[in-house]
């Protein structure tokens, strides 16, 4: 079965750090772009950042270009998000979610979802 196992969401207060993690089972990743979206109440989806597990190659949206990294284990089929310097407008359900190379890492888009990941940064 294909499985996005997210894990590592949590608490913390504005400019603190955080680091999720999504662990891919069930399919082979080479061909996917592994990242993250989020959700706040009232909003819709948006990308948040995702790495090509091919050749490692990564993108991430403007809101969080420069505070958050990706990167990948591969021999542990595991990607992770670290968040740095969190803003209150960062607080989501963050979505684990794997994109066939080629499409757009949008919504529309994904193979796989994951489970989501509560993210809360406090004022």
């Known amino acids: 079965d294909v499985q996005l196992q997210a894990s590592g969401g949590g608490s913390v207060q504005a400019g603190g750090s955080l680091r999720i993690s999504c662990a891919a089972s069930g399919f082979t990743l080479d061909g996917y772009a592994i990242g993250w979206f989020r959700q706040a109440p009232g909003k819709e989806r948006e990308g948040v950042s995702c790495?090509?597990?091919?050749?490692?190659?990564?993108y991430y949206f403007d809101s969080v270009k420069g505070r958050f990294t990706i990167s990948s284990d591969n021999a542990k089929n595991t990607v992770y998000l670290q968040m740095n310097s969190l803003k209150p407008e960062d607080t989501a359900v963050y979505y684990c979610a794997a994109v066939g190379v080629g499409n757009y890492f949008s919504p529309a888009d994904v193979d796989y979802w994951g489970q989501g990941t509560q993210v809360t940064v406090s004022s």
């Open positions: 790495i090509k597990i091919s050749d490692g190659s990564t």
